[in-house]
């Protein structure tokens, strides 16, 4: 059975840093590309970042860019997610996801975990 | 950045009837990468649709997806009560990757 456990949220102060972990289990997590995505409470879901299967290429929303850093450890099954110089517009639950990944293609989200939330207040 | 628009925002059924979805892209989606995605309240999403028209694996034959270039609908044939929730269309051709802003289905 396919899973992605996060952990790491909470509340921090504006100006503080959060490393989000995402744990996989149940498939080959170095086969996969994989991807963070945010949901402002009662809004709709916000592309964070993205890092292909060998951990060299990453991609980032503007939003973001500069202050997050993802990174995974594919020995422990680990994606992670380093953020810094946290906003109070950075409040949302954080989904860690898998893509359905091909040799050719980066495919859609096709597993979400089931969320982090992550409180950026004074 | 290829912005999605998603109508409406808020529809209204009762069990049984059709519902019709729009994804609306600001420029051509390569390929047709799009997703459709369903999330309950509560709960992670969940892929129903991908390459616009193909169905996830486990996802019943009264959801369906059609369309290319920048016009997207899903479709569900017949609405059964654990279909209630909010739909949003993603595409994945191009960094940034989009979502549209959700359609809320709801019980009428």
């Known amino acids: 059975e396919v899973q992605l456990l996060e952990s790491g949220g909470g509340l921090v102060q504006p100006g503080g840093s959060l490393r989000l972990s995402c744990a996989a289990s149940?498939?080959?997590?170095?086969?996969?590309?994989v991807t963070w995505v945010r949901q402002a409470p009662g809004k709709g879901l916000e592309w964070v970042s993205n890092?292909?299967?060998?951990?060299?290429?990453?991609h980032y929303a503007d939003s973001v860019k500069g202050r997050f850093t993802i990174s995974r450890d594919n020995s422990m099954n680990t994606l992670y997610l380093q953020m810094n110089s946290l906003r109070a517009e950075d409040t949302a639950v954080y989904y860690c996801?898998?893509?359905?990944?091909?040799?050719?293609?980066?495919?859609?989200?096709?597993?979400w975990g089931q969320g982090t939330l992550v409180t950026v207040s004074p | 950045e290829i912005v999605l628009t998603q109508s409406p925002g808020t529809l209204s059924l009762s069990p049984g009837e059709r519902a019709t979805l729009s994804c609306r892209a600001s420029?051509?989606?390569?390929?047709?990468?799009l997703a459709w995605h369903q999330q309950k309240p509560g709960q992670a999403p969940r892929l129903l649709i991908y390459?616009?028209?193909n169905r996830a694996t486990g996802i019943p034959d009264r959801f369906s997806g059609s369309g290319s270039g920048t016009d997207f609908t899903l479709t569900i044939s017949r609405l059964e009560p654990e279909d209630f929730g909010v739909y949003y269309c993603?595409?994945?051709?191009?960094?940034?990757?989009?979502f549209g802003g959700g359609t809320k289905v709801e019980i009428k």
């Open positions: 996801a898998r893509r359905q990944t091909t040799v050719n293609t980066w495919g859609p989200v096709d597993f």
């Open positions: 149940g498939f080959t997590f170095s086969n996969y590309v």
């Open positions: 890092i292909n299967q060998s951990g060299d290429r990453t």
């Open positions: 420029q051509s989606v390569s390929s047709n990468y």
């Open positions: 390459g616009a028209s």
């Open positions: 993603q595409q994945y051709a191009s960094f940034p990757l989009t």
